[in-house]
């Protein structure tokens, strides 16, 4: 029987990566210049890696393998703001694209790994499945024994095919997701113990019929968070991932599953893993209220409660406006929560970030220190409300705002960027639409977050990784919106029933 050949020496990785969060209830289309506009590196080009460097687990991969001495060819990457459903000829050219890199990379050499950064939960036109499909065409690319490793977003919905592609599999634990570097060292370290000779390593999946939104800063989700780690590093099982699943996208794959990548010596073991952990994940989820998200108006209450209790000294109450969270899709520009808070007559707030480039750009013009009527906002669809006519003064404008996104050393721009005062509410809007990751956003256009009493995110989870430092307190409100969590009332047409919370389902952790 011939030896296996051992490699030593630095090993020269393949990276890159494709990243879109699909939601196939947005009012907002994708299109090439949705990724162009983010984040669009090719291969070579020093400008762009630059930028892709600061993207979670792509960026990473560089400094772990870096590390390690290894080389690394960057492939190319892209990612966009979550929205609607990739078209079919823009997912096929990007896949398309990395193919023909990863094609080019091995022909100039040997390549030893492939590292590809994925979400998960990316769903294009003709494709429900793109990971699993990009991944499936990697795999008939590299041959049967190249190792291949893959890092999700616990908010992808995990699919056989994704599987079946033979890639080992690992997705953030944290949300806030502020552990990817952590999983990229897991991941490489057990892809170079494969790609120097060790055993194969294999990703087991077994899906769990609930879906939601389960932040991880809170018990009981802390605790089932901290409870995976004592499955790792015993009985073959080299790493567990809980992936919640991402709601709105309407795909039969959608809902939560477990993935278990073990070394094949006990597949029992694996088995019981995988059935343990989904059984605890349906317990926790299933079995009580977990962080509540209020209806509007219920939420301001509890806000002004929360205001009315404060000690001298203590920080604001946030208040996450997250059914316009575009992290998930929505559009960024709704205003039912800053019309309900003038209705009210709530003093001392900030909120933003309002994406609303038209108003800003006004805004801008008309400069710093000029009072002027302005429509605000509600400008996409029913589901952002109607435009708010407000009289302001514009007291900051920028346009070199950049605020931490996932990544902890994030740079995200944040486009032209006006802050507007209206009686004591500061409200900001900008010009690229994203989340409010930081107080940045605020901070930088000299909103003073520590004499506000009420601070308004458009966020729904990730932005307690910076304000939870400078804030008394949280409300998550449930305002209407694109990200609203009356799933029954979504139009649902390929999801797999019955999971939770649409129907009732029976104990066992899945199937």
């Given at each position: 029987?011939?030896?296996?050949?051992?490699?030593?020496?630095?090993?020269?990785?393949?990276?890159?990566?494709?990243?879109?969060?699909?939601?196939?209830?947005?009012?907002?289309?994708?299109?090439?210049?949705?990724?162009?506009?983010?984040?669009?590196?090719?291969?070579?080009?020093?400008?762009?890696?630059?930028?892709?460097?600061?993207?979670?687990?792509?960026?990473?991969?560089?400094?772990?393998?870096?590390?390690?001495?290894?080389?690394?060819?960057?492939?190319?990457?892209?990612?966009?703001?979550?929205?609607?459903?990739?078209?079919?000829?823009?997912?096929?050219?990007?896949?398309?694209?990395?193919?023909?890199?990863?094609?080019?990379?091995?022909?100039?050499?040997?390549?030893?790994?492939?590292?590809?950064?994925?979400?998960?939960?990316?769903?294009?036109?003709?494709?429900?499945?793109?990971?699993?499909?990009?991944?499936?065409?990697?795999?008939?690319?590299?041959?049967p024994d190249m190792p291949?490793?893959?890092?999700?977003?616990?908010?992808?919905?995990?699919?056989?095919?994704?599987?079946?592609?033979?890639?080992?599999?690992?997705?953030?634990?944290?949300?806030?997701?502020?552990?990817?570097?952590?999983?990229?060292?897991?991941?490489?370290?057990?892809?170079?113990?494969?790609?120097?000779?060790?055993?194969?390593?294999?990703?087991?999946?077994?899906?769990?019929?609930?879906?939601?939104?389960?932040?991880?800063?809170?018990?009981?989700?802390?605790?089932?968070?901290?409870?995976?780690?004592?499955?790792?590093?015993?009985?073959?099982?080299?790493?567990?991932?809980?992936?919640?699943?991402?709601?709105?996208?309407?795909?039969?794959?959608?809902?939560?599953?477990?993935?278990?990548?073990?070394?094949?010596?006990?597949?029992?073991?694996?088995?019981?893993?995988?059935?343990?952990?989904?059984?605890?994940?349906?317990?926790?989820?299933?079995?009580?209220?977990?962080?509540?998200?209020?209806?509007?108006?219920?939420?301001?209450?509890?806000?002004?409660?929360?205001?009315?209790?404060?000690?001298?000294?203590?920080?604001?109450?946030?208040?996450?406006?997250?059914?316009?969270?575009?992290?998930?899709?929505?559009?960024?520009?709704?205003?039912?929560?800053?019309?309900?808070?003038?209705?009210?007559?709530?003093?001392?707030?900030?909120?933003?970030?309002?994406?609303?480039?038209?108003?800003?750009?006004?805004?801008?013009?008309?400069?710093?220190?000029?009072?002027?009527?302005?429509?605000?906002?509600?400008?996409?669809?029913?589901?952002?409300?109607?435009?708010?006519?407000?009289?302001?003064m514009v007291t900051a404008?920028?346009?070199?705002?950049?605020?931490?996104?996932?990544?902890?050393?994030?740079?995200?721009?944040?486009?032209?960027?006006?802050?507007?005062?209206?009686?004591?509410?500061?409200?900001?809007?900008?010009?690229?639409?994203?989340?409010?990751?930081?107080?940045?956003?605020?901070?930088?256009?000299?909103?003073?977050l520590a004499a506000k009493?009420?601070?308004?995110?458009?966020?729904?989870?990730?932005?307690?990784?910076?304000?939870?430092?400078?804030?008394?307190?949280?409300?998550?409100?449930?305002?209407?919106?694109?990200?609203?969590?009356?799933?029954?009332?979504?139009?649902?047409?390929?999801?797999?029933?019955?999971?939770?919370?649409?129907?009732?389902?029976?104990?066992?952790?899945?199937?």
């Amino acid at each position: 029987m011939k030896a296996k050949l051992v490699k030593t020496g630095p090993l020269t990785v393949f990276v890159a990566g494709l990243v879109h969060e699909t939601n196939s209830f947005s009012p907002l289309p994708t299109s090439m210049r949705s990724f162009t506009n983010d984040l669009r590196h090719r291969a070579g080009d020093a400008a762009t890696l630059a930028r892709a460097r600061v993207l979670p687990a792509y960026g990473d991969l560089f400094t772990v393998a870096e590390g390690h001495g290894d080389r690394v060819i960057d492939g190319p990457t892209a990612g966009a703001q979550p929205s609607g459903p990739v078209p079919r000829v823009v997912y096929e050219a990007l896949r398309d694209e990395l193919l023909a890199d990863l094609a080019a990379a091995m022909a100039a050499g040997p390549v030893d790994m492939v590292v590809l950064t994925l979400h998960g939960a990316m769903v294009g036109q003709d494709h429900p499945d793109c990971e699993g499909d990009l991944l499936t065409h990697v795999r008939a690319q590299v041959g049967p024994d190249m190792p291949v490793g893959v890092t999700l977003d616990l908010h992808g919905n995990a699919t056989q095919a994704m599987v079946d592609s033979g890639a080992v599999i690992i997705a953030c634990k944290e949300y806030p997701h502020t552990d990817f570097l952590a999983r990229m060292a897991e991941l490489y370290t057990i892809l170079s113990a494969m790609a120097r000779g060790g055993p194969k390593a294999r990703t087991h999946i077994r899906k769990v019929p609930v879906m939601g939104l389960f932040g991880t800063t809170e018990q009981p989700m802390r605790g089932f968070v901290d409870r995976l780690a004592g499955h790792e590093g015993r009985d073959g099982v080299l790493s567990v991932s809980m992936m919640h699943g991402f709601i709105w996208a309407d795909t039969e794959h959608t809902g939560a599953a477990v993935l278990a990548v073990s070394d094949g010596s006990d597949p029992a073991a694996v088995e019981r893993t995988l059935a343990t952990v989904a059984a605890d994940f349906q317990a926790v989820v299933t079995g009580g209220p977990l962080q509540t998200r209020l209806p509007l108006d219920q939420a301001l209450d509890s806000a002004q409660a929360l205001i009315a209790g404060r000690s001298d000294g203590q920080g604001p109450v946030v208040l996450a406006d997250s059914s316009d969270n575009p992290g998930g899709g929505a559009a960024c520009d709704s205003t039912f929560v800053l019309r309900a808070i003038l209705e009210r007559g709530i003093q001392d707030v900030a909120l933003g970030m309002i994406w609303d480039p038209q108003a800003a750009l006004i805004a801008a013009d008309a400069g710093v220190g000029t009072r002027l009527p302005l429509r605000i906002g509600g400008k996409i669809g029913p589901l952002s409300g109607d435009p708010v006519d407000l009289e302001v003064m514009v007291t900051a404008v920028r346009d070199d705002i950049r605020q931490r996104g996932l990544a902890t050393d994030g740079d995200d721009p944040i486009g032209l960027a006006v802050a507007l005062r209206a009686g004591s509410i500061d409200i900001v809007l900008n010009s690229v639409r994203q989340q409010t990751f930081s107080p940045s956003c605020f901070t930088e256009l000299g909103i003073d977050l520590a004499a506000k009493a009420l601070v308004v995110v458009k966020s729904t989870q990730h932005f307690r990784a910076t304000f939870d430092a400078i804030s008394s307190a949280t409300v998550y409100c449930d305002a209407p919106g694109s990200l609203n969590l009356n799933l029954a009332a979504l139009p649902y047409r390929h999801l797999r029933r019955p999971i939770w919370p649409l129907d009732p389902i029976a104990e066992g952790g899945g199937a």
